[in-house]
Nanobody, 121 residues
Framework: QVQLVESGGGLVQAGGSLTVSCAASARTFSSYTMGWFRQAPGKQREFVAAITWRSYTYYADSVKGRFTISRDNAKNTVYLQMISLKPEDTAVYYC???????????????WGQGTQVTVSS
């Protein structure tokens, strides 16, 4: 069983930056595709970014150029660095893990509990 724990959320002003982290318990963390999703109130959970075990990265169009996903396999941790934040980035951000290739839907095997990111205007 893979446990995922997000951290680093908070309140930031528009235009600011924030980095959220996700620590994984999996002994084979390096073999997992890791994804970040977000869910705003009243909206469906949506794909934000993903990184494969080879560190290929993928982004939603809405965050491309502003968000960067990375992983540190020695620390079993994946990061989402966010800059130029906008009020519409406000959401609960979830970390997810799956074996195999990247998918842009919610077909991931393991999920964290989420961390709140709030961007004020």
């Amino acid at each position: 069983q893979v446990q995922l724990v997000e951290s680093g959320g908070g309140l930031v002003q528009a235009g600011g930056s924030l980095t959220v982290s996700c620590a994984a318990s999996a002994r084979t963390f390096s073999s997992y595709t890791m994804g970040w999703f977000r869910q705003a109130p009243g909206k469906q959970r949506e794909f934000v970014a993903a990184i494969t075990w080879r560190s290929y990265t993928y982004y939603a169009d809405s965050v491309k150029g502003r968000f960067t996903i990375s992983r540190d396999n020695a620390k079993n941790t994946v990061y989402l660095q966010m800059i130029s934040l906008k009020p519409e980035d406000t959401a609960v951000y979830y970390c997810a893990a799956r074996k195999g290739s990247v998918v842009f839907g919610i077909d991931y095997d393991h999920w964290g509990q989420g961390t709140q990111v709030t961007v004020s205007s």
